[in-house]
């Protein structure tokens, strides 16, 4: 598989409910990003991070909790989520030394009852 | 801080025709990238085009080009010979140049429509 992967494409949770958003890239990239994206707003990036190292959280509640155990994997794990939470999650990748553009995963849709 | 404005929600174009998205910036840097992304309804979101901002001929692919002034801080997107496939939401983007906090900042998008 090429590219940036993310499953599950679709979830459903409740508020108590514990959950996790898996995010692979496929293309060499060392640096990768969570971003969150709700209908009418622009992405908002949540995490950065930068040879498995988090350079960057973008003040996101404590309720989403961001892994990367390596460069090619990064996770968002979720608990005690509340409605507004829900929205469209997007994974990115970058190669730093090229050109600053980042690939997009086809996203997680969450929807938190 | 960076900003990104897309003054236009919705846009709809005759399949065939030509058509252009706006995209104003604002900044005080000089070194940066701007981005033109396409959202399908499938919602992944790939790269259309992009400018370095140090280069002054605006970049082109295919039936897509670039109006970049730098002065005016403008970077249009002009759609040639549209296809359906093209309907899509499109965001314009900006980020700094070099490091791997750079963000990427996005503005709200305009979601264009071919109709046939």
């Known amino acids: 598989e090429t590219g940036v992967t993310q499953t599950p494409r679709h979830l459903v949770m409740g508020m108590t409910n514990k959950k996790s958003l898996k995010c692979e890239q496929h293309l060499g990239h060392n640096a990768m990003y969570w971003y969150k994206q709700s209908a009418k707003k622009p992405l908002e990036l949540m995490f950065v991070y930068s040879l498995e190292e988090r350079v960057e959280n973008n003040s996101v509640p404590s309720r989403f909790s961001p892994e990367c155990p390596n460069s090619s994997h990064l996770f968002l794990h979720l608990h005690t989520l509340q409605p507004e939470d829900s929205a469209l999650y997007l994974c990115?990748?970058?190669?730093?030394?090229?050109?600053?553009?980042?690939?997009f995963g086809p996203g997680t849709r969450l929807t938190v009852l | 801080a960076q900003t990104v404005t897309q003054s236009q929600p919705e846009m709809s174009v005759q399949e065939a025709e030509t058509v252009t998205l706006s995209c104003t910036y604002d900044?005080?840097?000089?070194?940066?990238?701007l981005f033109w992304y396409k959202q399908p309804p499938s919602r992944q979101m790939i790269l259309v085009i992009r400018q370095e901002a140090y280069k002054q001929q605006n970049a082109t692919e295919n039936r897509f080009s670039v109006n970049f002034q730098k002065a005016a801080k403008s970077f249009s997107l002009k759609i040639s010979d549209s296809q359906l496939g093209d309907t899509a939401m499109y965001f314009c983007a900006f980020t700094l140049y070099g490091g791997a906090t750079n963000k990427l900042i996005f503005g709200t998008g305009t979601l264009l429509a071919v109709q046939p």
């Open positions: 990115a990748s970058r190669d730093t030394g090229r050109y600053n553009e980042q690939f």
């Open positions: 900044t005080s840097e000089n070194n940066y990238y």
